[in-house]
Protein backbone atom coordinates (compact mmCIF):
# COMPACT_ATOMS: atom_id res chain seq x y z
CA UNK A 1 0.00 0.00 0.00
CA UNK A 2 1.34 3.61 -0.84
CA UNK A 3 2.13 5.84 2.11
CA UNK A 4 -0.72 8.17 1.13
CA UNK A 5 -2.96 6.11 1.01
CA UNK A 6 -2.24 4.40 4.45
CA UNK A 7 -2.25 7.78 5.84
CA UNK A 8 -5.39 8.19 4.66
CA UNK A 9 -7.05 5.15 6.03
CA UNK A 10 -5.26 6.21 9.52
CA UNK A 11 -7.15 9.84 9.40
CA UNK A 12 -10.50 8.25 8.31
CA UNK A 13 -9.75 5.11 10.96
CA UNK A 14 -8.98 8.18 13.93
CA UNK A 15 -12.37 9.52 12.72
CA UNK A 16 -14.40 6.51 13.13
CA UNK A 17 -12.69 5.88 16.45
CA UNK A 18 -13.45 9.42 17.43
CA UNK A 19 -16.88 9.64 16.55
CA UNK A 20 -17.70 5.76 18.35
CA UNK A 21 -15.90 7.13 21.28
CA UNK A 22 -18.62 9.98 21.88
CA UNK A 23 -14.72 12.35 21.88
CA UNK A 24 -16.83 15.29 20.07
CA UNK A 25 -13.48 17.68 20.14
CA UNK A 26 -11.78 15.15 18.46
CA UNK A 27 -14.33 14.27 15.71
CA UNK A 28 -13.48 16.52 12.92
CA UNK A 29 -10.05 16.90 13.82
CA UNK A 30 -8.53 16.05 10.90
CA UNK A 31 -11.25 17.99 8.36
CA UNK A 32 -11.02 21.53 6.88
CA UNK A 33 -12.73 23.94 8.73
CA UNK A 34 -14.34 25.16 5.60
CA UNK A 35 -15.24 21.88 4.17
CA UNK A 36 -18.98 21.02 2.62
CA UNK A 37 -20.31 18.16 4.13
CA UNK A 38 -23.43 16.18 2.74
CA UNK A 39 -25.25 14.09 4.99
CA UNK A 40 -28.38 11.58 5.83
CA UNK A 41 -30.20 13.41 8.21
CA UNK A 42 -31.37 17.07 8.13
CA UNK A 43 -30.19 20.06 7.23
CA UNK A 44 -28.54 17.33 4.92
CA UNK A 45 -25.61 19.72 4.17
CA UNK A 46 -22.75 21.24 6.11
CA UNK A 47 -21.00 24.80 4.91
CA UNK A 48 -18.22 24.23 7.83
CA UNK A 49 -16.60 22.18 10.32
CA UNK A 50 -17.95 24.71 13.03
CA UNK A 51 -21.69 24.51 11.41
CA UNK A 52 -21.42 20.41 11.88
CA UNK A 53 -20.09 20.53 15.30
CA UNK A 54 -22.99 22.91 16.57
CA UNK A 55 -25.81 20.38 15.34
CA UNK A 56 -23.74 16.74 17.14
CA UNK A 57 -25.72 16.61 20.20
CA UNK A 58 -28.91 17.46 17.62
CA UNK A 59 -28.54 13.74 16.08
CA UNK A 60 -26.17 12.11 18.15
CA UNK A 61 -27.91 9.25 20.45
CA UNK A 62 -26.86 8.15 23.51
CA UNK A 63 -26.22 5.12 23.54
CA UNK A 64 -25.65 1.95 26.58
CA UNK A 65 -22.12 0.22 25.89
CA UNK A 66 -20.71 0.79 22.84
CA UNK A 67 -22.25 2.36 19.77
CA UNK A 68 -21.28 0.55 16.41
CA UNK A 69 -19.67 3.37 14.25
CA UNK A 70 -17.15 0.91 11.33
CA UNK A 71 -16.14 1.10 7.69
CA UNK A 72 -16.01 -1.49 5.53
CA UNK A 73 -14.99 -2.30 2.20
CA UNK A 74 -12.99 0.88 2.72
CA UNK A 75 -11.10 2.10 -1.22
CA UNK A 76 -8.46 4.67 -1.37
CA UNK A 77 -6.32 6.43 -3.99
CA UNK A 78 -4.10 9.30 -3.49
CA UNK A 79 -2.51 11.39 -5.77
CA UNK A 80 0.55 14.13 -4.95
CA UNK A 81 -2.19 16.63 -3.22
CA UNK A 82 -5.71 14.98 -3.15
CA UNK A 83 -6.90 11.89 -2.12
CA UNK A 84 -10.60 10.20 -2.08
CA UNK A 85 -12.14 7.03 -0.20
CA UNK A 86 -15.34 5.42 -0.28
CA UNK A 87 -17.10 2.48 1.08
CA UNK A 88 -19.95 1.57 3.71
CA UNK A 89 -20.55 2.63 6.99
CA UNK A 90 -22.13 0.58 9.74
CA UNK A 91 -23.79 2.78 12.56
CA UNK A 92 -26.23 1.43 15.83
CA UNK A 93 -25.78 0.91 19.06
CA UNK A 94 -28.29 0.05 22.10
CA UNK A 95 -30.48 3.61 23.38
CA UNK A 96 -31.08 3.96 26.91
CA UNK A 97 -34.72 1.95 26.94
CA UNK A 98 -32.41 -0.76 25.66
CA UNK A 99 -34.56 -0.47 22.08
CA UNK A 100 -31.60 -1.03 19.16
CA UNK A 101 -30.99 0.77 16.11
CA UNK A 102 -28.79 0.13 13.19
CA UNK A 103 -28.08 0.91 9.28
CA UNK A 104 -25.62 0.92 6.96
CA UNK A 105 -25.15 3.66 4.93
CA UNK A 106 -22.42 4.82 1.76
CA UNK A 107 -19.51 7.04 2.25
CA UNK A 108 -17.34 9.02 0.24
CA UNK A 109 -14.32 11.36 1.90
CA UNK A 110 -12.24 13.83 -0.68
CA UNK A 111 -8.94 14.91 1.01
CA UNK A 112 -6.39 17.57 0.25
CA UNK A 113 -2.83 17.61 1.37
CA UNK A 114 -1.70 20.44 2.76
CA UNK A 115 1.64 21.20 5.10
CA UNK A 116 2.55 17.11 4.63
CA UNK A 117 -1.01 16.32 6.44
CA UNK A 118 -4.09 15.01 4.68
CA UNK A 119 -7.14 16.53 5.67
CA UNK A 120 -11.24 16.13 4.61
CA UNK A 121 -12.28 19.07 2.11
CA UNK A 122 -15.81 16.77 1.51
CA UNK A 123 -17.82 14.11 3.01
CA UNK A 124 -20.75 12.42 1.55
CA UNK A 125 -22.91 9.92 3.60
CA UNK A 126 -25.28 8.88 1.86
CA UNK A 127 -28.37 5.80 2.00
CA UNK A 128 -30.45 4.60 -1.03
CA UNK A 129 -34.29 5.62 -1.04
CA UNK A 130 -35.94 2.07 -2.01
CA UNK A 131 -38.65 2.74 -4.30
CA UNK A 132 -42.09 0.77 -4.05
Same mark, same amino acid.
Given at each position: ????????????????? !??? #??? /?? @? $????? %?????????????????????? !??? #??? /?? @? $????? %???LHDLSVR??????????????????????????????????????GQWKVAH??????????
Amino acid at each position: MHADEAAIRNVLEQWVQ !ATR #DGR /QE @E $VLANH %QDDLVLFDVLSPLQYTSAAQYR !ASW #DSW /QP @E $VQGAL %QFALHDLSVRAGVDVGYAFGLLQCGGTLPDGQTFGDTVRITFCLLKCDGQWKVAHQHVSKPVERR
